[in-house]
């Protein structure tokens, strides 16, 4: 694992909680807006916003109501730099915003999003589910990162509530209309393109990849499953994502030491999916539903890594553009209690959860909670994503 | 059917070829680009364009390059009607440029492109040969229009060429990675949505649809069928999908008289999808392979309405956007030479098809060039969406 860097907190003039997500070795970017200004590219620190603008830094490209014009400059690292410069140089507090006077916004306009399956421990467990009597893992599922095209105009920032979806499903035998009743979530990290490309060479992804958030993709399993064969998920995945606000730079990760070797491969995949550099990110993850923490697993042992998924997406000669978003599938580690999933966390359930007020949850019920969190690193390096999370509200 | 109106070419002070996809009773939107000039909007007329900006028409809304504007506006029929009045009335050849000064770009700025599969007919030969100890059609086929996100950004304008993708797929029973040996095309008619919404009553559908075009789903079966299960077609699919350039609106497929009944639907469904107004569209359709007209069908029959796509599509609460597109699927009548892909005509591959120069085809050839076409009424209410073509060029 790579050394990581570290920026004490109190080296800088601002106060920043101690074990905030947000510290001087992170800076990740967000837009914000407040009243009587336009919306606005800002870096997060502690509790509070970086106003990059107002501070000079690029205003060209951070008084912008989205990230990509910074992103496709090829020059978030440097903006990045320069906030942390205001903030390790002399006190200018004209610069920084309380989180509670703006509103979070999303923070990219997402161009194409596309939904991976790279973790074994969920294709495994949802092979063995729906295909009791075949092999748990379809024949391509080692050899190619499994992937298919999501909504992009679903994709909502933390804390927008979810309308449960209604549709179609199989329901005691037959086929009709009604509010989902098997409403998941799956816990997943999402990746943000910055720079264009196509035929992207594995090794050269982080060249590519501007940062990461985490990401919910809200599921009805019961329309999923009716309407899945033969084009895949539809109604069943379309109605929400949601992502944190926080784009946490290649950057921030590499610093905090989170580039790690990923899980050896076998088969050993195609030549344009091998690569030399160590792309999985050691992650920690969890789940919260209401006050319950109930998953709690790991990134770094994820099959596939960012970086060949990247290079899967376009070896056939498509492009990826700017504010491309891209998800990892639904991370699931061994044990029971590393699911990221609740049709894993309750195998389908058969096995209710247990809730801190003693109640038992099998899917998501109108007025639950979800809250996802992630870090990496510890001490004065650790890094973190701050929570990605929505609220059920009842069908219409 | 609908009574068409007619609108004689010889009514205009400008010279439209008689048999035109463009007559006075069309007037599709699109952009062009020209030497020194920025990017913008017009209206196609014969073979040239009506500059709407010079003609005083919106140019606000106008001088743009994309239609997401107009269209969200709601300005759209109103435009076309100031355009045909501008046709119609003292001549104004300052207003109209040649089509051969111009380039033509993609006309619309898109968000999520869905693509669904909507013909009984594709879907049941697709069924046969694929699983041909089953049923031909699964069991919800015949309840909802089965559809599937694509990739946006891999959207291109006619003209454009295709390079041939290369991908894993199993070749000689490995798993090998290469140029894709079975290249094929899909005839399918694209809906450009206007106005943004969710929920959508299907018998508003035509409020919310500005226009259609006509689209190549470009697929590499071999890619494709190693990838889909059990997620859906990916990189088979996005390296490219061709729209033919002219957006023809909604009130010139009315006024053409296009509107009429669809098939009668056995089982009846679901309420959202039960329409009271005719949403079919009696299309001509064909597709030509080099000099050879290799297909010629209808779109009348399509089991599912692009009424029923939307409706469907927004059911579970998602939205749609201005800008976003929707595919039909491919079109295929019962007839052998009524089938809208290769992998059907050849049925796959074992009857090769005979071009007009002695050559046969199985799959696409580098070289090959597609051109889709399809019009609509007859005599002076006729109208076309001109070619929607790209050539095949070798891979990398």
Same mark, same amino acid.
């Given at each position: @694992?790579?050394?990581?860097?570290?920026?004490?907190?109190?080296?800088?003039?601002?106060?920043?909680?101690?074990?905030?997500?947000?510290? /001087?070795?992170?800076?990740?970017?967000?837009?914000?807006?407040?009243?009587?200004?336009?919306?606005?590219?800002?870096?997060?620190?502690?509790?509070?916003?970086?106003?990059?603008?107002?501070?000079?830094?690029?205003?060209?490209?951070?008084?912008?109501?989205? =990230?990509?014009?910074?992103?496709?400059?090829? *020059?978030?690292?440097?903006?990045?730099?320069?906030?942390?410069?205001?903030?390790?140089?002399?006190?200018?507090?004209?610069?920084?915003?309380?989180?509670?006077?703006?509103?979070?916004?999303?923070?990219?306009?997402?161009?194409?999003?596309?939904?991976?399956?790279?973790?074994?421990?969920?294709?495994?467990?949802?092979?063995?589910?729906?295909?009791?009597?075949?092999?748990?893992?379809?024949?391509?599922?080692?050899?190619?990162?499994?992937?298919?095209?999501?909504?992009?105009?679903? $994709? $909502?920032?933390?804390?927008?509530?979810? $309308?449960?979806?209604?549709?179609?499903? =199989?329901?005691?035998?037959?086929?009709?209309?009604?509010?989902?009743?098997?409403?998941?979530?799956?816990?997943?990290?999402?990746?943000?393109?910055?720079?264009?490309?196509?035929?992207?060479?594995?090794?050269?992804?982080?060249?590519?990849?501007?940062?990461?958030?985490?990401?919910?993709?809200?599921?009805?399993?019961?329309?999923?499953?009716?309407?899945?064969?033969? /084009?895949?998920?539809?109604?069943?995945?379309?109605?929400?994502?949601?992502?944190?606000?926080?784009?946490?730079?290649?950057?921030?990760?590499?610093?905090?030491?989170?580039?790690?070797?990923?899980?050896?491969?076998?088969?050993?995949?195609?030549?344009?999916?091998?690569?030399?550099?160590?792309?999985?990110?050691?992650?920690? =993850?969890?789940?919260?539903?209401?006050?319950?923490?109930? #998953?709690?697993?790991?990134?770094?042992? @994820?099959?596939?890594?960012?970086?060949?998924?990247?290079?899967?997406?376009?070896?056939?000669?498509?492009?990826?553009?700017?504010?491309?978003?891209?998800?990892?599938?639904?991370? #699931?580690?061994?044990?029971?209690?590393?699911?990221?999933?609740?049709?894993?966390?309750?195998? *389908?359930?058969?096995?209710?959860?247990? /809730?801190?007020?003693?109640?038992?949850?099998?899917? /998501?019920?109108?007025?639950?909670?979800?809250?996802? *969190?992630?870090?990496?690193?510890?001490?004065?390096?650790?890094?973190?994503?701050?929570?990605?999370?929505?609220?059920?509200?009842?069908?219409?």
């Amino acid at each position: @694992m790579a050394v990581s860097i570290t920026y004490p907190s109190s080296s800088s003039w601002w106060q920043i909680p101690v074990g905030s997500d947000f510290s /001087l070795a992170n800076l990740p970017f967000g837009v914000v807006a407040r009243p009587g200004h336009e919306a606005m590219v800002v870096v997060r620190v502690g509790d509070s916003v970086v106003d990059l603008a107002a501070a000079g830094i690029e205003p060209e490209l951070t008084a912008a109501p989205a =990230l990509n014009q910074l992103m496709a400059s090829g *020059r978030g690292p440097a903006v990045r730099l320069a906030a942390r410069d205001v903030l390790l140089g002399p006190p200018r507090p004209e610069v920084i915003v309380p989180l509670a006077d703006v509103t979070v916004l999303l923070p990219i306009d997402i161009g194409d999003y596309v939904d991976f399956y790279a973790s074994e421990q969920h294709a495994t467990n949802l092979g063995k589910m729906f295909r009791p009597d075949g092999d748990a893992l379809l024949p391509n599922w080692k050899h190619l990162p499994v992937g298919y095209h999501g909504r992009a105009g679903s $994709v $909502v920032v933390s804390g927008t509530d979810v $309308v449960r979806p209604s549709g179609l499903a =199989l329901r005691d035998g037959e086929v009709r209309f009604g509010p989902s009743t098997l409403l998941d979530i799956e816990l997943e990290v999402g990746f943000v393109v910055g720079r264009p490309g196509n035929r992207i060479d594995v090794d050269h992804a982080d060249q590519y990849v501007f940062g990461a958030v985490l990401l919910n993709d809200w599921s009805a399993r019961d329309i999923q499953s009716f309407e899945y064969q033969p /084009l895949g998920p539809h109604l069943g995945k379309s109605f929400a994502t949601t992502i944190s606000p926080w784009v946490v730079t290649i950057e921030a990760l590499r610093e905090a030491g989170t580039f790690c070797s990923p899980p050896a491969q076998d088969p050993i995949p195609a030549d344009y999916l091998r690569a030399e550099q160590p792309w999985a990110l050691n992650l920690d =993850l969890e789940v919260h539903m209401n006050d319950t923490m109930i #998953s709690s697993t790991s990134f770094r042992e @994820m099959y596939w890594t960012f970086a060949q998924m990247l290079a899967h997406m376009t070896v056939n000669g498509a492009s990826v553009r700017t504010g491309d978003l891209f998800g990892s599938g639904t991370v #699931s580690g061994a044990a029971a209690n590393q699911r990221g999933s609740l049709i894993e966390l309750t195998w *389908r359930g058969t096995e209710p959860l247990t /809730l801190a007020d003693g109640s038992t949850r099998t899917f /998501l019920q109108d007025g639950d909670t979800i809250v996802l *969190r992630g870090s990496a690193g510890s001490g004065s390096s650790r890094i973190g994503f701050g929570d990605c999370t929505g609220t059920i509200l009842p069908a219409p």
